[in-house]
């Protein structure tokens, strides 16, 4: 079992930056995922990072934007995000998949936090 809290999100306006934090406890060897869900859209793939941090995925909405990071000593992941966009305004979620190698397909992922909403004003 794996819990998973996300923190750090918020209001800013458009052009500034957020930083996600994704704590996690229990069984945490894991590649992590971020993601997000605005209204009436379906949930969608922001960045992954496998567990050694050395291999990174980003979805071109935010590839350049936004940087996906971990502390294993920590059992923390982060998503920095600069240069927001009203576009970017959803709830985001992080999420860990029983695997050390990162994925963008949400099925694959097997733990989920319960979210932190980012909005990003005009």
């Known amino acids: 079992q794996v819990q998973l809290v996300e923190s750090g999100g918020g209001l800013v306006q458009a052009g500034g930056s957020l930083r996600l934090s994704c704590a996690a406890a229990?069984?945490?060897?894991?590649?992590m995922g971020w993601f997000r869900q605005a209204p009436g859209k379906e949930r969608e793939f922001v960045a992954g990072?496998?567990?050694?941090?050395?291999?990174?995925y980003y979805a071109d909405s935010v590839k350049g934007r936004f940087t996906i990071s971990r502390d294993n000593a920590k059992n923390t992941g982060y998503l920095q995000m600069n240069s927001l966009k009203p576009e970017d305004t959803a709830n985001y979620y992080c999420?860990?998949?029983?695997?050390?190698?990162?994925?963008?397909?949400?099925?694959?992922?097997?733990?989920w936090g319960q979210g932190t909403q980012v909005t990003v004003s005009s």
């Open positions: 999420a860990v998949r029983t695997s050390r190698f990162a994925s963008g397909r949400l099925s694959e992922y097997d733990y």
């Open positions: 990072i496998s567990w050694s941090g050395s291999t990174t």
């Open positions: 229990g069984r945490t060897a894991y590649a």
